[in-house]
């Protein structure tokens, strides 16, 4: 089995595409994130279940600090020393020479130059678009470099009973998702994650079937970007 979490709150910049922004926490980020590791160990604890105790987390703080809350609320839970291990394939989707600038930002620069053309409305939410910068991927290339790892992982480890923790960003972790045929393709805008909150899905029959606990968010309009 696995669990898909995302980050919690952190400090985000506003209309500024959330990629590689490298900020904390939130405190109210922190606590939502124990709330929600707590209530996965009460669900731990009636299933008998344990974890893997590597926890995959992506190289960026928010997760790793998110993936470390869950380390200390869950210690009981590890048959063996717990750690975090950082890997920038659970990263979010990278804008490459452009990251962490403003969405006007982003856009003047591509208005500037006269190689590159206009891009779509809503350009930041689609699945298959990609900005012409340097390091830079679409959505669905980011879910599925998430999903490579996944698999190798998978590959490696086998079935143990244990439950692997995936520490990483809403956006490429439903495009992930879509690659491991867990979602469709038109639930990847549909739905999106609550912060902190593990969905655990259990490998059967070769491939990850919906979900042993835990829920997708059904996505708002005011809803933070991932």
Request: proline share 6%; hydrophobic share 40%.
């Amino acid at each position: 089995m696995i669990a898909f979490i995302r980050h919690g709150e952190y400090e985000q910049l506003k209309n500024v595409p959330s990629a590689l922004q490298p900020f904390p926490l939130t405190p109210e980020g922190e606590q939502e994130v124990r709330r929600q590791a707590r209530a996965f160990a009460v669900w731990l604890a009636e299933q008998g279940l344990r974890l893997e105790a590597q926890v995959d987390a992506s190289s960026l703080l928010r997760a790793w600090q998110t993936a470390k809350i869950y380390l200390e609320e869950l210690g009981d839970f590890f048959d063996d020393e717990p750690s975090v291990v950082s890997f920038p394939a659970l990263c979010e989707r990278s804008v490459g020479a452009v990251a962490n600038l403003p969405i006007d930002e982003i856009e003047r620069i591509l208005a500037l130059d006269p190689r590159f053309d206009t891009p779509p409305d809503h350009w930041k939410s689609d699945s298959h678009y990609c900005l012409p910068f340097d390091g830079a991927e679409s959505l669905w290339q980011a879910g599925e470099r998430v999903a490579t790892h996944v698999r190798d992982w998978q590959q490696q480890a086998g079935d143990n009973g244990r439950i692997k923790l995936f520490v990483g960003h809403g956006a490429s972790i439903r495009h992930a998702a879509c690659h491991l045929n867990v979602i469709e393709f038109c639930d990847i805008k549909r739905l999106s994650m609550f912060y902190g909150h593990p969905v655990v899905l259990d490998f059967t029959a070769g491939t990850y079937q919906e979900k042993r606990f835990g829920d997708w968010k059904q996505r708002q309009i005011h809803d933070v970007p991932d």
